[in-house]
C-alpha cells in the first residue's frame, strides 16, 4: 500500500513530514513488514506431540501436588524444574 502526501501552500516541511508519519503509521505498512520479517515457521508434528506432552506432565505433577496440599506456584515451579523426571501415566488417570 502506497502513501502519498502532497505539500499544501503555506505547509512547512516539518508539517508535511509530521502528516506524511501520520498517514504512513495508520496505513500499517511497518506491522505488514515486520510481520513479514519475524515469520515464524509452523511447528511440525514431533514439535506438536512434545509440547502436548510437556503440558500434560506439568498438569499431571501439578495436580498431584496440590492434592497432598502443595500450593500452585509452588508444585509449577517445582514441575518445571524436575519436567524430565516426570513419569506420565498416560490415559490411565
Known amino acids: 500500500m502506497k502513501v502519498k502526501v502532497r505539500r499544501k501552500s503555506g505547509e512547512?516541511?516539518?508539517q508535511l513530514l509530521k502528516r506524511f508519519?501520520?498517514?504512513?503509521?495508520k496505513s500499517g505498512v511497518v506491522l505488514e513488514v515486520k510481520s513479514k520479517m519475524y515469520r515464524l515457521k509452523k511447528p511440525?508434528?514431533?514439535a506438536k506431540k512434545e509440547n502436548k506432552l510437556y503440558k500434560?506432565?506439568?498438569?499431571?505433577?501439578?495436580?498431584k501436588k496440590m492434592k497432598e496440599g502443595w500450593p500452585f506456584e509452588k508444585?509449577?515451579?517445582?514441575g518445571r524444574r524436575y519436567i524430565s523426571e516426570i513419569q506420565y501415566p498416560g490415559k490411565e488417570l
Open 12 to 14: 512547512s516541511k516539518s
Open 21 to 25: 508519519l501520520t498517514r504512513f503509521n
Open 44 to 46: 511440525n508434528e514431533r
Open 56 to 63: 500434560l506432565k506439568l498438569q499431571y505433577f501439578i495436580k
Open 75 to 78: 508444585a509449577y515451579k517445582l
